[in-house]
């Protein structure tokens, strides 16, 4: 008989962190905004604009200006982090630009920008996919014209085994056999993807089941993201 699998944490492989939390529309000075939450990982995004962008030399006649930027609070982990940027910051906010732009329908807005500002309050791994959900939400409540939201979640695999939503000991200092593989991606809610990222190593065969498992978990994002949508609209 094989041994079960077991995560440090006692969930199963395809078990995603709890709670599960979003709520909309928590900062009253921002156009739109969210918070959301997966486990110990806690994300808040804020939306201002559409603006006109300036300086002017960075105006797109042809389309408007999504700009992210990811910042993690420097009481977000335990070993306190230097606040300002950083090339991961830099990084992430790129990516999350790119994970949230095929649902914007940005040629709306010529010469603006529509700024998003994303601060990860607690952060005990999948940051960035926390920033991402929250981020649509916000985007959402703002009245942007979007296609859908999107919703982001990583899975990856432990030595050999196929995991959903890595934490922080899973995603830094797992060490067995092959070591850990973190792979966060985005979804529009009819499961395309619009982000993946390979943080480690993994066979073609198993990158195709880590994205179902995924696409799965994100259906299940989806739900708490519109529930939360819906309830500010109620208001
Ligand atoms: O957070 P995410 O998984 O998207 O990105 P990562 O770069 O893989 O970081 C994983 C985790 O490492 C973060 O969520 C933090 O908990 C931790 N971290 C940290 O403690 N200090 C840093 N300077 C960067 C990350």
Redesign the pocket.
Same mark, same amino acid.
């Given at each position: 008989m094989t041994k079960e699998f077991k995560r440090n944490s006692g969930r199963k492989p395809e078990e995603m962190r709890t709670p599960i939390k979003a709520e909309v529309g928590i900062i009253p000075n921002a156009d739109g905004s969210a918070m959301f939450q997966v486990g110990k990982?806690i994300a808040y995004a804020s939306v201002f604009g559409p603006k006109k962008m300036h300086p002017q030399h960075l105006q797109n006649p042809a389309k408007g200006t999504l700009r992210c930027t990811y910042n993690?609070l420097s009481f /977000?982990?335990? *070993?306190r @982090?230097r606040p300002g940027p /950083?090339r $991961?910051s830099t990084e @992430?906010s790129k990516i999350t630009e790119w994970a949230l732009e095929p649902v914007l329908m940005i040629d709306n807005y010529p010469n603006m920008v529509i700024d998003v500002h994303i601060n @990860?309050i607690q =952060?005990? =791994?999948?940051? $960035?996919?926390a920033g991402i959900n929250a981020a649509a939400m916000a985007l959402a409540h703002a009245g942007i014209p979007m296609k859908s939201i999107v919703s982001s979640v =990583?899975a990856g695999k432990l030595d050999k085994t196929l995991v959903l939503d890595?934490d922080?000991y899973e *995603?830094?200092e797992y060490d067995e056999g092959e070591g850990s593989t *973190?792979i966060?991606m985005t979804f529009t809610p009819d499961g395309r993807l619009t982000h993946i990222q390979v *943080?480690g190593k993994i066979t073609g065969k198993q990158l195709k089941e880590a994205v179902e498992l995924a696409r799965k978990a994100a259906k299940e994002i989806y739900e708490v993201q519109k529930k939360a949508l819906k309830e500010i609209g109620e208001e």
């Open positions: 990982t993690m /977000s982990v335990n *070993d @982090i /950083s $991961r @992430i @990860i =952060a005990d =791994a999948g940051t $960035r996919c =990583a890595l922080k *995603d830094s *973190d966060p *943080d």
